[in-house]
Structures are given as C-alpha cells and as structure tokens.
C-alpha cells in the first residue's frame, strides 16, 4: 500500500503555501483536516528549501514546528518532521513523530544519523547536492542519483540506522531540471532495492506546473500531482508526499481497485475451455478480409 504524507508547511515562505498556516492552532487544525481527507502521516516542515529560500535557524525552526507536531500527536494524527537539523528531529521525536524526512540524507547535519539510530525511527533521506540552488549537472541522472543514494545508504548502515527503516528518495527537483525528474519518476524501479521503499516528492512542482498553460494557479498543478500518485503507486513506491491529499487519495482508490480486479479475476471454467478449442480451431482473422483502419485508408467527409 502507498502511503499519503500530507505536506503542512509553517513556513513564511514556501513555494506553494507559504505563510498560510504560520497561526500554530491554524496549522494544527490544517493537520487535522489531512488526516480526515486520506493522510497516512502529516508532515510538518518549519524551513523551506524552494530556490532562493533563506536558511532558518534552528531556534526560530524549533519556534514554528514542534507546537504544531505536539498539538498533532495530542489528537492523535502520525507525524513526520520534515527538517535537516538532528536538534529538531529529536524534540519531534520526543513529541510524538513518527518518521523523519531529512531532504539532506543526513549530509546537513552530522548528527543525524546517530540519533536516527538510536532512537529507531523510519528514516526518509532523499539526495542531495546541497539544496534546489545548485547548478543542473546530469550526465545520466538515473545511475548517477541512484549510485549518490546507495553511498548515503550505506553511511547511514555504518552509523547504525536499520536499513529496514531506511526510505530512499530521488529528491525531484533538486538541481535538476524536468527532463531528470521525468527520468527519475519513469525509472523508479532503479531504486527499491536500496531500502524499505521510495518516497516520491512531486506535488505542485515546476516541472509539473510545466504541462500546464503559464497562467495556471498552484491548485491546478494538482490533477497531474495525483496522476503522478497513481503512477508512482504502480510502480511500487512506499509513499508519495502532496499537497492535495484528497485528489490523491481518490488516485490511490482507484488505483487500489483497479490492482484488485487484476489480481481477483478468474475467468470461468467453461470460458477457459471455449478459448481453448478456438485456439485450436485457429480462428485468427483471415489478413484479406480484415477491415483495414490504417488512418490513410478511412474515408473522410
């Protein structure tokens, strides 16, 4: 099953929601409405890390996120802390959250991985080459990003982090541009075997804002978003993060439903044996009597 991180930013300055939920009970309520629209965690980030963003410091990150990750675990709604600082991972922990997403892989902060293994929780660590500003640099973006991460994995093995816990994601979008990210989400197979599974950060993203006219608003980057949910989903990822968790959550239904049909179909016994005799019988079309549906053949008017 493909997990829904419903993205919660108390942030000023996010790409897409920025300073719409910086009130801590606004956000808290946000975390909540997540939850009851189909979120399997809500993940809280209190640092943006659009193109551009200015780093935030660990007091003023600790400031925005851990009221929030309380008043979330108070009412009982799974949260992941979205932070590269092993400060603020570790006072979420203790919070209440459940899982880390640490978009550094643990290369932000040397702390990171010895408090992941210690204290044992799920792990995502996506790649990085030092954030969304650096400079596009792919000779082949799949072996490359995949070769960065299965490094990072193993770093992060050698520290004590329990590969069973280890998420893994291609980081899209940063430094690189959308043919990379369209590689890396058509090649995500490349990469399940490196840990517990893949996570998939797509939603609302300039390369998908890109299929749309210039004029298109945030929210209508979404449609695509949960596109991509079903399809990552298809392709076995662990999880997908979004900003719109209901048109994904009806994505992954329909998805879900479609996989059950496949795998609960039987034909029926005697439909089974009439194929059969027919295959036998050879009833293939006869080429010279075939309708020919070619375009350049069809009549027009």
């Not at 596009?136 to 982090?161: N, P, W, Y």
């Not at 690189?176 to 609302?204: C, I, P, Q, Y």
């Not at 009806?250 to 059950?260: I, Y």
């Not at 044996?273 to 069809?298: I, K, M, N, Q």
Request: proline fraction near 5%; charge should be negative; aromatic fraction near 4%.
């Amino acid at each position: 099953m493909t997990r829904l991180l419903g993205i919660l930013n108390v942030t000023p300055d996010s790409f897409s929601d920025g300073g719409v939920w910086e009130d801590t009970a606004a956000a808290i309520d946000r975390g909540v409405e997540l939850r009851e629209l189909g979120a399997d965690y809500v993940d809280v980030g209190g640092e943006s890390t659009r193109p551009g963003a200015a780093p935030v410091d660990v007091d003023e990150e600790r400031r925005r996120v851990l009221p929030v990750v309380a008043g979330l675990a108070d009412r009982r709604v799974p949260v992941s802390i979205d932070t590269m600082h092993a400060e603020v991972a570790r006072a979420a922990i203790d919070l209440g959250a459940r899982i880390v997403n640490d978009v550094s892989g643990g290369l932000a902060d040397p702390g990171m991985a010895p408090l992941i293994a210690a204290r044992e929780v799920p792990y995502i660590a996506m790649h990085w080459r030092g954030g969304a500003d650096e400079p596009v640099r792919h000779d082949d973006v799949v072996a490359e990003v995949r070769a960065e991460l299965k490094a990072r994995v193993a770093e992060l093995i050698v520290f004590g982090v329990d590969p069973a816990r280890l998420i893994v994601d291609p980081g899209l979008g940063f430094a690189k541009d959308g043919t990379h990210n369209w590689a890396l989400l058509g090649h995500l197979e490349e990469f399940a075997g490196l840990g517990a599974g893949v996570l998939v950060g797509a939603s609302r993203k300039r390369f998908v804002g890109e299929l749309l006219p210039p004029e298109a608003s945030m929210e209508e980057r979404d449609t695509p978003s949960a596109i991509i949910t079903a399809l990552a989903a298809r392709s076995g990822a662990w999880g997908v993060r979004v900003h719109d968790v209901a048109a994904s959550r009806r994505a992954l239904d329909v998805w879900e439903r479609w996989e059950r049909g496949a795998q609960d179909y039987r034909a029926p016994a005697a439909l089974t044996a009439g194929a059969a005799v027919e295959a036998e019988r050879g009833t293939e079309l006869d080429a010279e009597s075939a309708v020919d549906l070619r375009p350049e053949t069809v009549a027009t008017s």
